[in-house]
């Protein structure tokens, strides 16, 4: 079965590009995002096969980095990051 993956940033792509190039830890998270999201999709594929206890661990890992990017990018926008509950 094949999985779409959204990246993180599509909607904002301008803010995205921004805090990526003025915040190194955000860029590096960014990367390691990006880098997963495509061995994941080269699994999907075929291209590379994986035992299903690890796939599952990159997919929580996938998903845990795309919530720590999309509340990063929500706080640099001035809204809530979550966390709060206000």
């Not at 995002?33 to 299903?52: K, N, W």
């Not at 206890?53 to 001035?78: M, W």
């Amino acid at each position: 079965m094949h999985v779409e993956y959204h990246a993180v940033g599509n909607e904002t792509p301008e803010q995205f590009q921004r805090l990526s190039q003025q915040d190194p830890a955000f860029a590096r998270l960014a990367q390691q995002f990006a880098d997963l999201e495509q061995r994941l999709t080269q699994i999907e594929q075929g291209s590379e096969t994986l035992d299903p206890a690890s796939l599952t661990a990159l997919k929580d890992q996938h998903a845990a980095l795309k919530g720590d990017l999309a509340r990063q990018l929500k706080r640099a926008s001035g809204s809530c990051c979550g966390g709060c509950c206000g």
